[in-house]
């Protein structure tokens, strides 16, 4: 059975720093597969925040959220099986739930993340 186990959310001040943990159980993660997290604020929709995965060629390759880019870092450790978040700078509206998902499934060379194994998500809070 695979599992996907978030952990690292917190509550901190706005301008701190978190480092979110994703470690897969039941599974390897594979070169091939799009590794990511997502968000979820009450009442707000999930929101893809970063990915990673091999394209074209390009070992490791990221795509963030553009209200993201320059203050979180994904990263993959194979030797643990573990995917991390860290988030720096972090700012009320980074207030959510985190959740981190893989697939193996591409639609049109994109990363669907409908075919994908999703963890329970960890919170993280951030305070002004």
């Known amino acids: 059975q695979v599992q996907l186990a978030e952990s690292g959310g917190d509550s901190v001040q706005a301008g701190g720093s978190l480092r979110l943990s994703c470690t897969a159980s039941?599974?390897?993660?594979?070169?091939?597969?799009?590794i990511g997290w997502f968000r979820q604020a009450p009442g707000e929709r999930r929101e893809e925040v970063a990915f990673i995965r091999d394209e074209f060629g390009i070992a490791n390759k990221t795509t963030y959220a553009d209200s993201v880019k320059g203050r979180f870092i994904i990263s993959r450790d194979t030797a643990t099986n573990t995917l991390h978040l860290q988030m720096n700078d972090l700012r009320p509206e980074d207030t959510a739930r985190y959740s981190c998902?893989?697939?193996?499934?591409?639609?049109?060379?994109?990363?669907?993340?409908?075919?994908?194994?999703w963890g329970q998500g960890t919170q993280v809070t951030v305070s002004s």
């Open positions: 998902s893989v697939t193996q499934r591409r639609s049109y060379g994109r990363c669907n993340w409908a075919y994908g194994y």
């Open positions: 039941g599974y390897t993660f594979r070169d091939d597969d799009c």
